[in-house]
């Protein structure tokens, strides 16, 4: 039988927004040595809001944006979710896409209106158009950037401001408290990004450009200095979750992938949840042994 303690410990958190799937990952939670973060809507709201839009070859800045958000409906990213909403509440009328293929983490291709069109990371779309690198990059150190590719050429980019989530710095310091000797970050988006969002937050280390397998021989390689904790929200960090000792979810308004490979689902849309998430398990095991 599983002992009071930790059924109590499972009920209290619950009250805060923490689901913990059972008195295993309960006791896993105790005991985590290494917390890593993904960023896009993990760390940051994953709200983001169009700064700018730039136009390259005379298809307009309106029309990139429709282009983008016509596509991105076929998918859950929340950068994509993000156009999409833009795009409705400027009063665009979005076309339903075809061929639509969505590459998790990168973004996504297929025609609109008989137009081939490529949206996602920069350097993705690059990539897909036979670019060896974005030569733009450079120009939004620090915002998100989502290139948008007509017909084989870039068109335009969206320059994305996505802010910081409140309480993370206090969180982190809270987790040490508790035991946790290690934090990284973790994420596909370009290092001058991650840089940006980890200042200040006094991280032991930071992984950018990962694919999702990446991020899972992160984790893997992390769980040999002790028990390791992943935090994600996407499609794309579903392997990772599921190969820590201890896998966290978004779950108010992440993937629903990264829900069901999580041992930990956060009910609200605030990651700061972990601080007394933690406390909640490391004083149950206390109490249960
Ligand atoms: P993280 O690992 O930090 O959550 P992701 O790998 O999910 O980040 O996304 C990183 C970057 O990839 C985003 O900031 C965005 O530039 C780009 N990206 C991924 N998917 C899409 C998409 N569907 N549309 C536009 N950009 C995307
Ligand atoms: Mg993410």
Redesign the pocket.
Known sequence: AVPVALVAGLSRAAHFGVLIKGAKPLEAMARIRTLIV???????E?R?RIVSIDSHIGISEVEILRF?AA??Q???????QA?VAIAKEQGLTLPVPSEVA???????VGSVQGRKIV????S?VARRIGQTSDNHSSLAAGS????VAVDGKMAGH?V?A?PLRKGVETMFKRLRQEGVARIL??????PE??ERVAEGLGLDGLRAG?T?DQ?VLLVLTERKNGPVMMV??????APALAAADVGVAMGARGAAASAEAADVVLLVDQVDRLGPGIVIARRARRIAI
């Open positions: 993904d960023k896009t809507g993990t760390l940051t994953g983001p983008a596509l991105e076929a998918s859950q990213h929340p950068v994509a156009i969505e590459i998790p983490g990168e973004g996504v949206v996602g990371g920069a993705f998100v950037l989502v290139a969206l994305m996505d970050l973790a994420t596909g988006d370009r990004v991650a990962l999702p991020k994600g929200d996407g499609v794309n960090d």
